[in-house]
C-alpha cells in the first residue's frame, strides 16, 4: 500500500488583549503530515496571565485547547504540549504529529475567549 504524504498549512491570527497589548503569532506555517511543528506566540506583559490556544474548524467557532501559566500543559487532540520560556512573555504549542485534520485556524489568547474547550489551527 502505497503512502500519501499531505502538507498542512497553519494560519495564525492575532488576539489583542483587554490591557492592548499585543500578541503577535506568525501568520502561517506548514509542515508534511507526520511531521512536529511549534506554532509560537508572544504575549509582551503577561507573566502574571494565563495562556489560552484555540483552534478554529471552518464554520465553526473556536474551540479551547490547552491553557497554562508558567508550567508545561498537555493537549490530547491535537497532540501536543505547550511550552513558556522563562521570562513567561513567549510560548510555543508543540504538536507531535501532524494530521491533515490538524489544518486549520490556531489562536493564542491572554484571556478566556471562549467558554468551551478548544485549540489551535492548521489548514
Given amino acids: 500500500m502505497e503512502k500519501i504524504w499531505g502538507s498542512a498549512t497553519v494560519l495564525l491570527l492575532v488576539l489583542i488583549s483587554?490591557?492592548?497589548?499585543?500578541i503577535q503569532q506568525p501568520v502561517s506555517?506548514?509542515?508534511l503530515e507526520g511531521a512536529?511543528?511549534?506554532?509560537?506566540?508572544s504575549h509582551p506583559s503577561a507573566s502574571h496571565d494565563n495562556?489560552?490556544?484555540y483552534q478554529q474548524f471552518p464554520n465553526r467557532g473556536p474551540e479551547l485547547i490547552v491553557t497554562g501559566f508558567s508550567e508545561t500543559a498537555q493537549s490530547p487532540d491535537p497532540e501536543g504540549t505547550?511550552?513558556?520560556s522563562k521570562d513567561k512573555e513567549n510560548s510555543t504549542f508543540?504538536?507531535?504529529r501532524l494530521r491533515l485534520a490538524?489544518?486549520?485556524?490556531?489562536?493564542?489568547?491572554?484571556?478566556?475567549?471562549?467558554?468551551q474547550p478548544g485549540a489551535a489551527s492548521i489548514q
Fill in 94 to 96: 508543540a504538536l507531535r
Fill in 36 to 41: 512536529k511543528l511549534n506554532l509560537t506566540c
Fill in 29 to 31: 506555517a506548514e509542515a
Fill in 18 to 22: 483587554q490591557r492592548r497589548a499585543k
Fill in 102 to 115: 490538524d489544518a486549520v485556524v490556531y489562536y493564542c489568547a491572554r484571556r478566556g475567549t471562549v467558554g
Fill in 51 to 53: 495562556i489560552f490556544w
Fill in 82 to 84: 505547550l511550552h513558556f
